[in-house]
């Protein structure tokens, strides 16, 4: 209940000699710069800040912070791989001798008449061997193998070149891995935006704006019987209403450009591309336009995407909305976790449905941890802390804490939608401030989601807070540091989403290693010979896969069943009679049915 928080709270103000004339509700604020504003919206968060400094904190009390990560830098290079080249004849000679007889499980030929060889293990041994063909006079090169990948992948939208940070977080190098709006069990992906709307009629977002499918929008009803009336569009928590776009938000267009940056439609040949190109954004608006702009409505707002992700793991993906993230471009300054309980606990709150939330720290140059900030120093793990960084990764004045703000994202020059009707002729805007930089990370970990192996969606439906630190641990073990971020935060790097998806792609590859197939879905094996005179047959398939055989005869009797890999030849242990039977091959999840005829 908000009026008895309100009470406690009172009590313990009283009890601790602080302001208890002040306000009992917190003011809340978008986190961008007010230069990047118009002049009104100026005046606006001039207003906010000082109303804002009633609440200067008069005691510090003791922080919880959240467990920093263990940070590796992401590299080229293949783990223990190098590539060989050396005399082939010399090195046959060498695999004989007893003292290297390991060496033929180590290394094997590419290219004989190249002499080109790979070899896996430690290079220390290779060392060794490289000193003894030096010794015999004999030429040794060899060098780490390195990851290759196609050159990038770039959408069609015309003001592309203008959204340089896409570039800085390595979009055009993750769009290589996929452009889905979906998971690999083809789950819509949502984010929910909490923030001051979204233009429902802007042409680079409608596609991408969620909607509720279930509700019949302006009846008055609450049709699909979710406790929120005609919430067609999302909820407006500030209001308590369906109106999620409202002159309020036309004026401000905060969230309409967070948006953009999270999730404009990409590749339709018009604008900006989000970091992710197809997904869908459920609006929250969390201010109130009939009064102060307290907390109250960002609860309102979190609750409503809980309860959709709720609903959605209750009625198996048939109801409410399957919300993989949140971004929070909003916060309040000054001001500690112990202040903000409520507020703080709805990130584990998101956690415990699988939803990943973004927040974006504070504009101001200050250590968050000795002046406060929220949500920054809320301690849930399933809450990422984004800074400010230039387009030249370095760091851009914005909160800083090397335990509660989490990595940087760029947050200067971000180019992105406004609301339509400011700008009619070409509704686009440059942005400035942590909040263009928290709709990275969202948008990241929804595009992550539309990547990621069945196995780690499988982990998230029974444990979803391993999962959430799993991809927690991508994001934040992946960035690209630098000395002038590394007393900022925890990571002291910048967002890389490339490199994020490689440590989800071990991590998938070591799990489930034929994860990748799933993209060669549309292929089906193809059996033959067909008629076969042996007994015998391949399925033959773009990769090789393990697949599960069954033979059943014309009766519908299991005749046969086994394990076998495609392109290989399956010879079975059984003779049939000659007649036409159907084989049954599950390759990668998928079941094809063939006949067969055994003559
Ligand atoms: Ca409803
Ligand atoms: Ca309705
Ligand atoms: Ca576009």
New binding site residues.
């Given amino acids: 209940m908000p009026g008895s928080d309100k009470t406690i709270r009172r009590v313990i103000f009283i009890a601790s000699f602080l302001l208890v004339w002040s306000l009992s509700v917190n003011l809340i604020h978008a986190q961008s710069l007010p230069t990047a504003r118009t002049s009104s919206e100026v005046a606006w968060s001039s207003e906010m800040r000082s109303i804002g400094e009633l609440f200067k904190p008069h005691s510090i009390p003791p922080q919880i912070y959240r467990k920093s990560s263990a940070i590796a830098i992401v590299s080229n290079v293949i783990p223990n791989t190098y590539l060989v080249r050396v005399s082939t004849s010399w090195i046959k000679s060498v695999m004989l001798e007893p003292t290297t007889a390991n060496l033929s499980s180590q290394l094997k030929c590419q290219d004989e008449s190249f002499g080109l060889y790979r070899f896996v293990g430690v290079e220390s041994a290779l060392n060794e061997l490289k000193a003894k063909a030096n010794l015999a006079g004999i030429s040794f090169t060899y060098q780490p193998e390195h990851y290759i990948h196609r050159r990038s992948l770039k959408p069609n939208d015309p003001f592309l070149p203008d959204q340089q940070y896409l570039d800085v977080i390595q979009m055009p190098l993750a769009w290589e891995q996929g452009m889905a709006g979906v998971n690999r069990y083809g789950d819509t992906l949502v984010v929910a935006v909490v923030d001051d709307g979204m233009d429902t009629s802007h042409p680079d977002l409608r596609e991408n704006i969620w909607v509720?499918r279930k509700?019949i929008p302006w009846n008055g009803k609450?049709?699909?019987?979710?406790?929120?009336?005609?919430?067609y569009w999302g909820w407006n928590g500030g209001d308590s209403t369906a109106i999620i776009f409202n002159s309020e938000s036309i004026f401000y267009g905060h969230g309409t450009s967070v948006a953009g940056v999270l999730g404009a439609r990409g590749n339709n040949g018009i604008g900006v591309s989000g970091v992710i190109w197809q997904v869908k954004m459920m609006p929250l608006l969390c201010y109130s336009t009939k009064g102060a702009d307290g907390e109250v409505g960002v609860v309102r707002s979190v609750l409503y995407a809980y309860r959709q992700k709720k609903r959605w793991i209750e009625s198996l993906g048939k109801e409410g909305a399957n919300v993989v993230a949140l971004n929070m471009s909003v916060g309040i300054d000054k001001t500690f976790a112990s202040e903000t309980p409520i507020w703080c606990a709805m990130f584990d709150s998101l956690a415990s449905v699988g939803i990943i939330s973004a927040g974006a720290t504070t504009n101001s140059n200050i250590n968050v941890e000795l002046e406060g900030d929220i949500p920054s120093l809320c301690p849930s793990d399933a809450l990422i802390v984004t800074s400010n960084a230039g387009l030249n990764k370095q760091y851009v004045t914005s909160g800083y804490g090397t335990k509660s703000v989490d990595l940087s994202a760029p947050g200067d020059a971000v180019f992105t939608v406004t609301p339509l009707q400011n700008n009619p002729g070409s509704p686009y805007i440059n942005e400035s401030g942590t909040s263009f930089a928290a709709p990275m990370v969202s948008g990241t970990v929804a595009w992550l989601n539309s990547v990621v192996c069945k196995h780690y969606l499988d982990l998230m439906s029974v444990n979803s807070d391993s999962a959430i630190q799993l991809m927690r641990n991508w994001i934040l073990s992946s960035v690209e540091t630098n000395s002038s971020l590394n007393t900022r935060s925890v990571t002291g790097g910048v967002l890389q989403c490339f490199n994020a998806w490689k440590k989800m792609d071990a991590w998938c590859m070591l799990h489930e290693p034929t994860y990748g197939a799933d993209d060669v879905v549309s292929a089906k094996p193809v059996l033959f010979p067909n008629p076969s005179v042996d007994q015998s047959f391949e399925l033959a398939f773009p990769m090789s896969m393990p697949v599960t055989v069954s033979i059943y005869d014309a009766s519908g009797r299991v005749v046969w069943t086994g394990v076998a890999n495609t392109n290989e030849k399956i010879e079975l242990n059984r003779k049939l009679t000659s007649g036409l039977y159907y084989v049954n091959a599950k390759v990668g999840g998928n079941f094809t049915r063939m006949t067969w005829i055994v003559n």
Wanted: aromatic share 8%; no cysteine.
């Fill in positions: 509720n509700e609450d049709d699909d019987n979710n406790g929120y009336t005609d919430d």
